[in-house]
């Protein structure tokens, strides 16, 4: 069922498998402060509820999974003048930030860029339409690239992050590029991702969930070390960084707020 926050969460109980979409197709499925907030109630809800036993995360529309954080609501955030601390409301976006371990597939259409990195770096895996395309327009604005590169890094070669990061918006990832470096398992022809996630996430919850739920914790726990000290660097990268709020505004308008302006495709 669909919410006026932009979160529409729809539950078969008898496969066992819920699907969590970005409901707000029109802003490329930015995300508010308000849809941020329920994003963090609704992951830490499906602990409760053993009826549902694997997810699926998408965006309405196929035009764009997630575009980030919306821009009008990211100049609703206070900032604290610290280097050493950062008020981030996408932090707490993610299935596993909310002590959630039962498995999360993403499905992905159109575009997925910068803060949704957040979703997608907390998933399990990741299946794409073959016109998914992914980058990070950071850089271009004159933001630092921390949560998401790190995010990114636990499932991308690093040179593939430090390019999709670095050249911003001039460059997108296709999603025959992204299945080839590991960040997507598999590609389906425009607008299949959805029904092939929900496959996927059907068979999982199929399995006795303890079992499931152990094995998604000892994968993260591979990596939950390296993870967590990167994570603790970002807000100081981040503070020291970032122009201020104002010259990333010009940039951004200098470039019409075309998120691809002038990109190419790989």
Not at 8 to 19: F, L, N, Q, T
Not at 33 to 43: I, S
Not at 120 to 149: C, K, N, Q, W
């Amino acid at each position: 069922m669909s919410a006026p926050s932009g979160i529409a969460v729809e539950r078969d109980k008898e496969s066992g498998v819920a699907v969590v979409t970005l409901d707000r197709a029109e802003k490329h499925n930015a995300i508010t402060l308000e849809m941020a907030r329920e994003l963090g109630e609704v992951w830490r809800g499906f602990r409760y509820e053993d009826e549902i036993r694997a997810i699926v995360v998408t965006g309405a529309g196929g035009r764009a999974f997630c575009t980030g954080i919306d821009r009008t609501a990211a100049t609703e955030v206070p900032q604290p003048s610290s280097p050493y601390t950062i008020d981030d409301p996408l932090l707490a976006i993610g299935p596993k930030a909310n002590d959630l371990w039962k498995p999360v597939v993403a499905a992905v259409e159109g575009m997925a860029c910068g803060g949704a990195f957040y979703l997608l770096g907390e998933a399990e895996f990741v299946i794409a339409g073959r016109d998914a395309s992914f980058f990070d327009p950071h850089t271009t604005y004159g933001m630092v690239s921390a949560f998401e590169t790190i995010h990114m890094a636990q499932r991308m070669p690093f040179g593939e992050v430090a390019r999709m990061a670095l050249m911003g918006t001039a460059e997108r990832v296709s999603a025959h590029r992204a299945y080839e470096t590991g960040l997507v398992s598999e590609v389906t022809e425009t607008g299949g991702a959805l029904a092939a996630a929900r496959a996927a996430a059907a068979v999982v919850a199929s399995y006795p969930t303890e079992a499931v739920q152990g094995t998604v914790r000892a994968l993260w726990s591979t990596k939950e070390a390296a993870r967590a000290a990167a994570l603790a660097h970002a807000p100081h990268l981040v503070t020291l960084g970032n122009l201020p709020p104002e010259r990333q505004a010009e940039l951004f308008t200098g470039r019409g707020g075309g998120a691809g302006t002038g990109f190419r495709l790989r």
